[in-house]
Nanobody, 124 residues
């Protein structure tokens, strides 16, 4: 069982930066792939970025295009999402999720574990 808690969201002006954290409980967290998703009001949930247990990264290049960086610190059981050059269209609730593999977490089936989400609001 893995429990995930996001933090670091907030209100920022366009062009600013935020760093989201996803803290996990569970001794086996380091063996899981972790992803960030986001959902804006009235829109479907969107994949943002994912990282495998050994650090292989994948991004939704259409939406983040080098502005976001995902990383993990297995010693701290935490995954981060560094968000730079934020735009108003980045406004959403950001969720982290965990699953056994990178393929599973980016595939069509919802991930095994989810956090409660953290709100990010970018003003123009």
């Amino acid at each position: 069982q893995v429990q995930l808690v996001e933090s670091g969201g907030g209100y920022v002006q366009a062009g600013g930066s935020l760093r989201l954290s996803c803290a996990a409980s569970g001794r086996t967290f380091s063996s899981y792939a972790v992803a960030w998703f986001r959902q804006a009001p009235g829109k479907e949930r969107e994949f943002v970025a994912a990282i495998s247990y050994i650090g292989v990264r994948t991004y939704n290049t259409d939406s983040v295009k080098g502005r976001f960086t995902i990383s993990r610190d297995n010693a701290k059981n935490t995954v981060y999402l560094q968000m730079d050059s934020l735009k108003p269209e980045d406004t959403a609730v950001y969720f982290c999720a965990a699953d056994r593999t990178l393929s599973a977490i980016t595939g069509p089936t919802p991930a095994l574990y989810w956090g409660q989400g953290t709100q990010v609001t970018v003003s123009s």
